[in-house]
T-cell receptor
Framework: GAGVSQSPRYKVAKRGQDVALRCDPI?????LFWYQQALGQGPEFLTY????????KSGLPSDRFFAERPEGSVSTLKIQRTQQEDSAVYLC???????????????FGSGTRLTVV | GNSVTQMEGPVTLSEEAFLTINCTYT??????LFWYVQYPGEGLQLLLK?????DKGSNKGFEATYRKETTSFHLEKGSVQVSDSAVYFC??????????FGEGTQLTVNP
């Protein structure tokens, strides 16, 4: 597609509920990133895929967070047993570049706003 | 590790005023530097970038110069417009790794 598509755009979950957030990157983009953006803050890195390989998951805040990209395109971020502190905008970004000095910026999706009540 | 420090906001200016948003960084390795803009209700958009020392990134009247000696990448615009009102994020990326963002600076431009 022309851009990075994320769904749903908004999600309200009851505390303890599991949620799944979807990201469709730009076709052919090798790298895919998930970020968490709390209200009034800059995005914080969660995890990184190069094709289907999850190369860095050091930013995932707990073992309740899980991400996958099984065929190297669409990715899903799953949060189990959601807590109120999980409320944030979850941003997905993709990049043509697989590695290197980051000469290319990322293309970000519009995000999924998760509210845990 | 990598970190980005931006000037604290919010910043409020009148239309046609000069804008500077300061950004300094700490990085392992030789980073590429970026400015992203986030309009209300929208995702992050790349505004400009620079990949090596003394490079100047520019777009839509905004400019920023990669200053290795001062580890800075300050954003400037000579004459802001109401439509420039948004949150601006400075960011860096080193080899094969994530983007590291500053906390963002809220800009409001009044008519």
């Amino acid at each position: 597609g022309a851009g990075v598509s994320q769904s749903p755009r908004y999600k309200v979950a009851k505390r303890g509920q599991d949620v799944a957030l979807r990201c469709d990157p730009i076709s052919g983009h090798v790298s895919l990133f998930w970020y968490q953006q709390a209200l009034g803050q800059g995005p914080e890195f969660l995890t990184y895929f190069q094709n289907e390989a999850q190369l860095d998951k050091s930013g995932l805040p707990s073992d309740r967070f899980f991400a996958e990209r099984p065929e190297g395109s669409v990715s899903t971020l799953k949060i189990q047993r959601t807590q109120q502190e999980d409320s944030a905008v979850y941003l997905c970004a993709s990049s043509l570049e697989g590695s290197g000095r980051g000469r290319y910026g990322y293309t970000f999706g519009s995000g999924t706003r998760l509210t845990v009540v | 590790g990598n970190s980005v420090t931006q000037m604290e906001g919010p910043v409020t200016l009148s239309e046609e005023a000069f804008l500077t948003i300061n950004c300094t960084y700490t990085a392992t390795g030789y980073p590429s530097l970026f400015w992203y803009v986030q309009y209300p209700g929208e995702g992050l958009q790349l505004l400009l970038k620079a990949t090596k020392a003394d490079d100047k990134g520019s777009n839509k009247g905004f400019e920023a110069t990669y200053r290795k000696e001062t580890t800075s990448f300050h954003l400037e615009k000579g004459s802001v417009q109401v439509s420039d009102s948004a949150v601006y994020f400075c960011a860096l990326r080193t080899s094969g790794s994530r983007l590291t963002f500053g906390e963002g600076t809220q800009l409001t431009v009044n008519p």
